[in-house]
C-alpha cells in the first residue's frame, strides 16, 4: 500500500503563494504517476496537475502557467508550487498516486484546505 499526506494549506491574500507538499511512504517503487485534485464546498473534486515517473507534466486550463508540480523521487515527495492565487482556488487539495500505471488513483491523501482572501 502507499500511504500519502498532504501539509502546506493555509490562508493566503489573493495574488498570494502558497506551497504544498505530498510525502509518499509504504510501496513507493510502485508509484507512477502522482497528481494534485481539489475540492472545492458544492463542487466536484478537479485535478489540477499531473506528473509520470519520468517527469512528464500536464495542467488544468485553470491553474495552467500559475501553479507548478514537481516530484523528488530521492525524497518521495511531491511539491505543488502555486502563484498568483485567486478567491477561487479556495478548496481542499489532496494529492493521488496512481500505481502500476494502471490510469487509476489508487491512493489518496486526507486533504488540506487552502484558503485565498480577497
Known amino acids: 500500500q502507499v500511504q500519502l499526506a498532504e501539509s502546506g494549506g493555509g490562508l493566503v491574500q489573493a495574488g498570494g503563494s502558497l506551497r504544498l507538499s505530498c510525502a509518499a511512504s509504504?510501496?513507493?517503487?510502485?508509484?507512477?504517476?502522482m497528481g494534485w485534485y481539489r475540492q472545492a464546498p458544492g463542487k466536484k473534486r478537479e485535478l489540477l496537475a499531473f506528473i509520470t515517473r519520468s517527469g512528464t507534466t500536464k495542467y488544468a486550463d485553470s491553474v495552467k502557467g500559475r501553479f507548478t508540480i514537481s516530484r523528488d523521487n530521492a525524497k518521495n515527495t511531491l511539491p505543488l508550487q502555486m502563484n498568483s492565487l485567486k478567491p477561487e482556488d479556495t478548496a481542499v487539495y489532496y494529492c493521488a498516486a496512481d500505481r502500476w500505471g494502471t490510469g487509476q488513483w489508487g491512493s489518496w491523501g486526507q486533504g488540506t484546505q487552502v484558503t485565498v482572501s480577497s
Open positions: 509504504g510501496s513507493i517503487l510502485s508509484i507512477d504517476t
